[in-house]
């Protein structure tokens, strides 16, 4: 059994880890030789560009089928459906099930051997194989195959870093893609960026992640798939995230800069990339069968879309509502435009998902904005004043439906699915097998009355 090479790398791997990178080496620092803990023929599992090391032939052959599927998936949620592993990945597997359980049963790490870079994970198996402890390494690894096959050269010693919020939300956004993804966590109403501002996560680093409690797991998670989820939605979303995965491993300077060169259609502000992120999370918990949003959601929406940010003359961020648009024809043109230029995008992705009756009000708030954007005032107030006039009476209407229909689901129990209609086949079941119900059955009683007031004529 392999455990002290395991041993010795894992704690240097932990050490590397501590400061959220991968650091490259000529040479193995340890002074155990792999080579006399290894046996002479160990079993190998080759698929694509991945070798599986030791163990059973059933292990090694699912996780090497996993690691493929993952590549493939990468690649056609980056549009590049036909790209092979540049560089080469190999997954150690040691010990067996039952073993002393080691601290970290999953380390990563990068080589660099006379010039070529190779990627290993070693993975024990004192507990088996941890699934979700496995994908996150697997994609960490293909995400710094990108940035090291794009011929880039890094010195001995110079560290590489592909941040957690990536490798999270690389994973989240492909299981969105595949419809694997959890939705239930965008669907809960949790203000996710009152646990972690979009800084945080962007600054977490790898030791940090793996010390979350409570809720900031899925905080995290949340915002890292949405904000990968914003950036492929961009224009030419899908390239630009090739590109981007291509530098980000090696990159030097500020992580948003690189951020904005492969995706310039986002927005410039800080607060504006946080809203994106806030609406994509909104978009994700909705429901699929759901493709156009009733008119009470749309309001809802709206409301926070029609936002006009700036910075006053001491630079302090202000956040009006559309009817403060006075204040916004008091900057500089520069200014006017980044003021509106946020809620316009935002306006354009909700459009595809109105309520119908909606859709001539957004297109003359979008008249409105452009015009805010020049510094012309026609009768502005005037026009907001009767489109407010509307979305109220719109709002009157989509109350008084959502009433009725809680009124015909209550009322039509017969045609519903739930606890009621489960009782009603329960108790049928029971009478056609001659055991009679107590008379004092208060349940039964309920469904009777509900039956005499509501069913065809009733008994």
Not at 138 to 158: F, H
Not at 391 to 399: S, W
């Amino acid at each position: 059994m392999m455990t002290g090479w395991f041993s010795s790398v894992a704690v240097l791997a932990g050490a590397w880890m501590m400061c959220s990178v991968a650091t490259l080496v000529a040479q193995d620092v340890t002074e155990v030789d792999p080579a006399a803990e290894v046996p002479a023929k160990e079993a190998v599992t080759t698929f694509g560009g991945f070798t599986v090391v030791g163990s059973a032939q059933s292990i090694r052959g699912g996780i090497a089928s996993l690691a493929e599927k993952m590549r493939s998936e990468l690649a056609a949620i980056t549009g590049e459906k036909g790209r092979k592993l540049k560089l080469p990945i190999i997954i150690d597997l040691y010990g067996k099930q039952g073993d002393k359980e080691r601290k970290r049963s999953v380390v990563s790490k990068i080589e660099q051997i006379q010039g070529n870079y190779q990627l290993r994970i070693h993975i024990h198996l004192a507990q088996g194989v941890d699934h979700k402890r496995l994908r996150y390494h697997l994609m960490e690894m293909l995400l710094y195959e990108r940035g090291l096959s794009a011929g880039k050269q890094v010195a001995e010693g110079e560290y590489v870093w592909v941040k957690p919020w990536l490798i999270e939300g690389m994973l989240e956004a492909i299981d969105i893609k595949a419809g694997r993804a959890n939705r239930k966590i965008y669907q809960v109403d949790m203000a996710y960026f009152e646990i972690m501002d979009l800084q945080q996560v962007f600054d977490t680093s790898e030791v940090q992640r793996r010390a979350m409690d409570g809720r900031k797991p899925i905080a995290f998670r949340a915002i890292s798939g949405a904000m990968v989820n914003t950036l492929l939605r961009q224009p030419g979303g899908r390239r630009g995230m090739a590109s981007y995965l291509s530098e980000v491993a090696t990159f030097k300077g500020e992580e948003e800069n690189l951020m904005r060169k492969h995706f310039p259609s986002m927005n410039k502000s800080q607060s504006s990339l946080e809203k994106w992120v806030d609406l994509e999370m909104a978009e994700l918990g909705t429901a699929k069968l759901s493709q156009v949003y009733s008119m009470l959601e749309t309001e809802k929406r709206l409301e926070s879309v029609l936002r006009l940010r700036y910075r006053d003359k001491d630079q302090a961020a202000v956040s009006v509502g559309v009817d403060g648009y006075r204040e916004i024809l008091k900057l500089d043109p520069s200014d006017r435009v980044a003021a509106v230029a946020g809620a316009r995008a935002e306006m354009e992705r909700l459009s595809y998902r109105c309520f119908p009756n909606y859709r001539p009000l957004m297109e003359e708030y979008e008249m409105i904005l452009g015009e805010v954007a020049s510094g012309k005032d026609e009768g502005i107030q005037g026009r907001l004043n009767k489109l407010s006039d509307v979305r109220f009476q719109f709002q009157e209407v989509g109350k008084r439906t959502r009433d009725y229909l809680d009124w015909y689901y209550i009322t039509q129990s017969d045609e519903v699915s739930g606890d009621f209609e489960q009782y009603r086949e329960l108790s049928e079941a029971l009478q056609r097998e001659s055991m009679k119900l107590r008379v004092d059955d208060s349940t039964q009683k309920y469904l009777d009355g509900v039956q005499k007031m509501y069913g065809e004529g009733g008994e």
